[in-house]
């Protein structure tokens, strides 16, 4: 099996740092916040790195290059996205798609062979750097793209993935994949072409297991190793329900999510296990996936994670959860 991912150096953690929140997602990160957060995951061993022109306008992308120049080249892995073009506008709004103080661009779907070249060479570019380790095409599912979705399903398996595939005889991208918060829009490209690699959002937490009855096995057979974001279903499996707003798939979270956390936060109590813990354990136990991705936006969040990933968890707990029906009895567990 391919490891396309690799953990944390020196403590083996499956700890990556995903790019989100250096695009100032939902709230602002100064420059020095964000080197200082991509030094401190690299000081503690990370060595995989998500970012997207999505995430700020390229913001994300010129953040993790800069903090990473220092670094040799063939010690991480990078990954980035295609599918957004970003064009300079000083009239652009500084706040778009949950982005704030993003940088003076506006962003196009733009998913043709040509596109997908010129999305590869503008994040080089961005990131200071000759190769993309990983491309992902991103989001072209139908929650995002409504009608035009077929149409974009169809342009992805005839335009997109061959044209990476070219960039990979280039040696400008390594592995290809979809970056997507949608199980089924992978299912159809996989009913039609290769993958090497996945990064599924939202989608296989210990809230939403919608991923495990098809697509996970489906993974798992074929060789495509899965880098999962979103384990925390954008903040509920993070907070709990007990204080402030909860929100899960960036909104607030609708009563059946509350209802089942509070469950599982119930079962966390009896245990002593936090339920940060029980999240990030639970995601990391399917053998088809190499690593979780952390939209960490402070280094104290990251130094938790990693913590949550050392505590330890008594097989009783996982137990109770499947005996109450909070976790489905075939789901994988530590």
């Known amino acids: 099996m391919k490891i396309f991912f690799p953990p944390c150096a020196g403590s083996g953690l499956r700890l990556g740092l995903g790019g989100a929140p250096l695009g100032n997602l939902f709230e602002a990160v100064s420059d020095d916040e964000a080197r200082q957060l991509v030094g401190a995951a690299w000081r503690n061993g990370c060595r995989s790195f998500d970012t997207a022109p999505h995430y700020g306008h390229g913001l994300s992308e010129r953040r993790l290059g800069d903090a990473l120049r220092g670094q040799p080249r063939d010690d991480f892995v990078l990954s980035s996205k295609v599918g957004r073009l970003l064009t300079p506008d000083a009239a652009a709004p500084r706040a778009q798609h949950g982005y704030v103080d993003i940088l003076p661009f506006r962003q196009t779907w733009d998913f043709s062979a040509a596109g997908t070249r010129r999305s590869v060479e503008d994040s080089l570019q961005r990131l200071g750097l000759a190769r993309l ?6 989001d072209p599912d139908a929650a995002t793209h409504g009608a035009r979705a077929p149409g974009v399903l169809r342009q992805v398996l005839d335009q997109t993935l061959p044209a990476l595939q070219q960039l990979k005889r280039e040696g400008l991208v390594g592995a290809i994949g979809l970056g997507t918060n949608d199980a089924d829009v992978v299912l159809q490209v996989l009913a039609e072409a290769d993958l090497d690699v996945l990064m599924l959002a939202g989608r296989y937490s210990l809230l939403d297991h919608s991923a495990l009855p098809e697509l996970l096995p489906q993974c798992t057979a074929r060789g495509v190793r899965v880098a999962l974001g979103g384990v925390f279903n954008s ?36 245990f002593g296990v936090p339920l940060r813990a029980a999240a990030l354990q639970f995601a990391l136990a399917h053998p088809a996936v190499d690593i979780v991705m952390l939209g960490a936006r402070k280094v104290a969040e990251w130094d938790d994670a990693q913590a949550m990933l050392r505590h330890a968890v008594a097989p009783e707990f996982w137990a109770a959860l499947r005996a109450q029906g909070l976790i489905p009895l075939e789901a994988p567990t530590p």
């Open 133 to 138: 380790d990983v491309a992902y095409v991103h």
């Open 235 to 270: 903040g509920i499996l993070a907070t709990g329900t007990r204080g402030g707003v909860a929100t899960f798939n960036y909104a607030p979270a609708a009563r059946q999510w509350l209802e089942r956390t509070a469950r599982i936060e119930a079962v966390c109590d009896t």
